[in-house]
């Protein structure tokens, strides 16, 4: 997708939306069609442009209009036809124009932000030999050229980063093994990010108890998890509770109609742990199956499982949870209290039984107040799709709702409308720099995908404006190959201080809906990356790494 030549980079574009932050872009779309691009808008924050239309016809630019602050352009419009421009008014303050139409103070475009001309349009084909279009069934187009260190920051941004090397101390002083093990290799990667990782090191020769110095190796650890690690187990969702790991899913192997839980000392022993049988569609009658997207939520020091279950079929789902007892223990059924149908403020349920169903809740701790996010769908008196509602819980009762649902978001991109009309499976990833919030759309095939909203840090949750979404999917069926529909992903901290995403895909166009596990990794940005693979993750070639040990007295 990208190239570099020179001082400039060439991005090809082909129906996709951009977006970035930081010191350049700050958002772009581009679409193009045939040989002429159809519409352009770039943004970028500084001293750079502050706002940029470009629009074009054939192998003309039939307008545009910049802006830039500082000394550089105060205001332009130009209009052209055919291959040279017609007429241009151009007007500026400060100091001159440079060479080009567009000039920005600071670390921004200094010549031109963006040249396109009938010339460069028209020889589209010929300009494009040295970009790489690796995307299956791509026409390479049109040339948007921006400056080197541009392209470079949305190559970072926009692809995945690979392990390129690991560092760890040349020197470390310890007096014990406990202190030794506190030390962490860094894997660097081809982005700039970084990532810290535990070191196995290899101390047979050192004697602790005498100061001294030594050559020590070590190797760097980490988990291997082969993609599925349970068949036929779809949305998972582990947790950690009193020194315990857990899994949960839904079954697909018996249509919906149980949950089963696995219990271990860690979550690479959950991968072959026994599974229990928690909840069936026989125990209660009024829950008689659907049995769909359990998830574990601790809230005032109680667990708590929210999961979807129907009265009579599919139009009747609702979202439930059941409540572990004081001191109870997870993996035993009759620990939990029996499913819950979750409530309004008013006290009326969520839905109405027969015109519409609720799945997915899950729940977002922030400033000490507890909320709900799941996905609602109305199917009378029409269908208007699955969409994101939140709405603020009680604390000490979590199956009631303290405020009206609110929307926050709708399946408004193309590839949220794969087949239906979906966003489906929220779950919340809180760091120091934002609330993220995953969540599925599309059907759950193929075409099943994972898109991101985020907000900040003292934001109104409950009001729509606070969040933004990504307008491209963090993980499709191309990210990884062989996993097809990945989607309804949750997350854990491991005690290493790792985040994993548990997730389901597909083995196979057609296979079943299968869980995986993978590290979540963050961009540039602070931003989760989900399809960073254990090769990418670390290079086999960086596992040993080795140091000068200094033993203190």
């Known amino acids: 997708m990208f190239s570099l030549e020179g001082s400039e980079t060439n991005i090809h574009c082909e129906g996709i939306d951009i977006q970035s932050v930081g010191a350049g872009s700050q958002g772009a779309a581009v679409q193009s069609a045939g040989n002429a691009i159809q519409g352009a808008a770039v943004q970028s924050a500084g001293n750079a442009i502050q706002g940029a239309a470009v629009q074009s016809a054939g192998n003309a630019i039939q307008g545009a209009a910049v802006q830039s602050t500082g000394n550089a352009i105060q205001g332009a419009a130009v209009q052209s036809t055919g291959n040279a421009i017609r007429d241009a008014a151009v007007q500026n303050t400060g100091n001159a124009i440079w060479d080009a139409a567009v000039q920005s103070a600071g670390n921004a475009i200094q010549d031109a932000a963006v040249q396109v001309t009938g010339a460069e349009v028209q020889d589209a084909q010929t300009a494009i030999n040295g970009i790489r279009a690796d995307i299956e069934g791509i026409i390479p187009r049109n040339i948007l050229k921006v400056p080197a260190h541009i392209g470079t920051r949305l190559k970072h941004k926009l692809t995945t980063p690979v392990n390129i090397r690991v560092e760890v101390p040349d020197e470390i002083v310890a007096s014990s093994r406990d202190e030794l093990d506190r030390v962490k290799a860094r894997a660097i990667y081809s982005d700039g990010t970084v990532s810290e990782k535990v070191v ?7 004697n602790w108890n005498r100061p001294g110095s ?3 190796r070590g190797t760097v650890c980490q988990d291997h ?3 599925p690690i349970a068949v036929n187990r779809a949305d998972p969702c582990i947790t950690k509770w009193n020194g315990r790991y857990y899994f949960i899913a839904t079954n697909d192997a018996d249509g919906n109609h149980t949950l089963y839980i696995r219990e271990a000392d860690s979550i690479p022993g959950l ?3 026994e599974e229990i049988l928690l909840l069936d569609s026989d125990t209660y009658p009024h829950v008689k199956g659907l049995l769909w997207a359990p998830e574990f939520h601790v809230i005032e020091g ?7 279950a129907c009265s009579d079929g599919f139009y009747y ?3 439930h949870l059941m409540k572990l007892r004081k001191g109870g223990n997870p993996a035993n059924r009759e620990d939990w209290s029996a499913p819950q149908r979750i409530l309004r403020k008013d006290g009326s349920y969520l839905c109405e039984a027969g015109k519409e169903i609720s799945l997915d809740m899950t729940v977002i701790r922030q400033n000490n107040v507890y909320y709900a996010v799941w996905s609602q769908r109305q199917f009378i008196p029409v269908d208007t799709g699955a969409w994101l509602y939140i709405a603020r819980l009680n604390r000490d009762e979590p199956w009631k709702l303290e405020t009206d649902p609110v929307v926050i978001s709708k399946p408004d991109y193309g590839w949220a409308n794969n087949h239906v009309f979906v966003d489906e499976g929220p779950y919340a990833l809180i760091t120091d720099k934002k609330i993220f919030l995953t969540f599925a759309s599309a059907l759950v095939d193929a075409t099943y995908v994972i898109g991101l909203l985020t907000a900040e840090h003292g934001s109104d949750l409950l009001d729509p404006k606070s969040w933004t979404k990504q307008n491209y999917p963090l993980l499709t069926s191309r990210s990884v190959p062989g996993e097809y529909g990945p989607g309804h992903n949750s997350y854990v901290v491991d005690d290493n201080g790792i985040i994993w995403s548990a997730y389901h895909a597909r083995p196979g166009v057609d296979g ?4 995986g596990i993978r590290r979540v990794h963050f961009d540039i940005d602070g931003y989760p990356v989900l399809d960073l693979t ?7 070639r960086f596992r040993r790494v080795s140091t000068r040990l200094v033993v203190k007295g």
Do not use: N
């Not at 109680?302 to 979807?308: P, T, V």
């Not at 079943?512 to 869980?515: G, K, N, T």
């Open 302 to 308: 109680d667990l708590y499982i929210f999961h979807g």
């Open 317 to 319: 789902e609702e979202s």
């Open 271 to 273: 991968v072959d742990a």
């Open 534 to 540: 254990e090769d990418k993750d670390l290079d086999p």
């Open 512 to 515: 079943p809906r299968s869980s």
């Open 200 to 206: 196995d090191w290899h101390t047979g020769g050192v």
């Open 214 to 216: 030594y050559q020590i």
């Open 225 to 227: 998890f082969e993609f």
